[in-house]
Structures are given as C-alpha cells and as structure tokens.
C-alpha cells in the first residue's frame, strides 16, 4: 500500500505556481503534436496541421470547461457565473474536452476543405497521451480517486482522508492511456481499418468501455452523486459516446465495403 502525499506544485517561484496539472497538458499536447506530425508526414494535410493545433487547443480548453460547467456543476455555476473563467481552480471534462475538438476540427476542416476525419483520426491515436499524463496529475492532486479498498496497491490520499483507495487516476491512465495508445497503434496497421473514420470510432467504443468500468470503482462527484440506475455522470456519457462510435464505425465499415 503507498500513501499519497504529493504537492500538486511542482515549481514555484516567488509568487508564481506552476502545477503538474498545467505541466500535463503541455506534456500530453506537445508530445502529441509531435507524433500526429510524424504519422501525417506523408498526407496532404500535414501543412496546415500546425495551424490545426491551435484550433484543437482552443477546442480542449473551452470544451473541457463548458462540458465540466454543463454536466457537472451546473447549478453553482449558474449562481456563480464568473467562477467559470476561473481556470486554475480546477473543473475540466474529458468528455466536453472531445466535444471542443469535434467542433473545432469541423470548422477548420470545412474551412480548408478537407476530410474531417483525417484530422479527428490521428487525434484519436494521439489523445491517449493527453489522458495518460492528466490522469498521472488527477493522481498528484489527489482527486478523482476511488472507493475504499484493502487491495495491495491500495493508496492513502492523507489531503483526504486516512482511507485506503483505488488509485483510480492510474487505472484510468494505464488503460484510457497507455493500452488504448496500443490498440489504436495496432488498428492504424490493419488495411481493413485505414479509411477514414473508423480509428476515431474506435477510439470512442474502446475509451467508453474503459471509462464505464473504471467509473465503477472511482467516487462520483460529490454534487451529483450517483444518478439514474445508480450509475456516474461519467458513465452515462460514456454511453452516448459508445453508441456514437458503434454507430460511426459501422457507417464507415458498410461505406468502405460498398466502395
């Protein structure tokens, strides 16, 4: 068992903090701007992906706040409208993070008329990344952690209380993380999954399944609790997601095999 007593500081300098969880999205954005520009080297929209990137750091920014502020903590925030902008005080979604760059991608690319989906692929191969290295500082700031446990690698979060937890940080970081980036890498190679499409769909079926069953052993927000059928907001929009991409991908399937 390991007890958990991180600063979730990890530089600071006079009067200025710089958190790992900042630290974590630079990692997960520049490490995987870095391999989508290698996986696309050969692609016609290899030029324009730079400027793309930005699109997408806007899409993640402002779709991971709003998603948090819709899904999670509305009320409050419907009294406390200001605190929206208030970014360093935590209350980002994943799921409206993918929302952000969705809608995001679609503006560039009808503006540069391309295929939406040879962008939205490679950040489905990359995105992992980002979710590894934010789930690794979710773990630092002690938060989103799970339900008692007496499991060996059961961990002590001390800022909360003197429990032994699932660390479900890092349940979420090695599969949403580490082997979603494998399989997605493994399906890039296989020539019945190369059109357009389908490795986005599989990253939405693959990252549903993992997030729905990690969301079993993880505490559910504290101002939501635990909702219909006694399941997580987490997990009933991990649903929506699975079907989008069920959906998708057999859409993709039925067209690749029609041409």
Not at 91 to 105: D, E, K, P
Not at 128 to 154: K, Q, V
Not at 237 to 253: D, E, P, Q, R, T
């Amino acid at each position: 068992m390991f007890i958990n007593n991180f600063d979730p500081v990890a530089i600071e300098f006079f009067t200025i903090e710089i958190r790992w969880y900042s630290l974590s999205y630079i990692a997960g954005i520049l490490l995987g701007w870095f391999l989508a520009k290698r996986f696309l080297k050969d692609k016609d929209i290899y030029a324009r992906f730079d400027d793309y990137i930005t699109f997408v750091i806007i899409g993640i920014i402002l779709g991971g706040r709003f998603g948090y502020v819709l899904f999670y903590n509305l009320s409050f925030y419907i009294e406390n409208p200001f605190d929206i902008f208030k970014l360093w005080q935590g209350g980002m979604s994943f799921h409206g993070g993918v929302i952000g760059i969705i809608i995001a991608t679609v503006l560039f690319a009808k503006k540069n008329k391309d295929n939406i989906f040879e962008y939205l692929d490679v950040i489905a191969i990359v995105s992992p990344i980002g979710i590894f290295f934010g789930r690794l500082a979710n773990f630092i700031n002690s938060e989103l952690y799970g339900h008692e446990t007496n499991l060996p690698w059961g961990v002590k979060f001390i800022k909360i209380d003197d429990l032994y937890r699932h660390p479900t940080q890092l349940y979420e970081a090695f599969f949403e993380g580490f082997v979603l980036f494998l399989i997605l890498l493994f399906c890039r190679k296989i020539e019945g999954l190369k059109n357009a499409g389908i490795l986005s769909s599989l990253f939405l079926i693959f990252y549903s399944i993992f997030r729905f069953t990690i969301e079993y052993f993880r505490v559910p927000d504290e101002q939501l609790g635990y909702l219909i059928l006694n399941a997580t907001m987490g997990q009933m929009i991990s649903v929506l997601f699975l079907l989008a991409g069920i959906l998708l991908f057999y859409s993709k399937i039925n067209a690749q095999k029609k041409s």
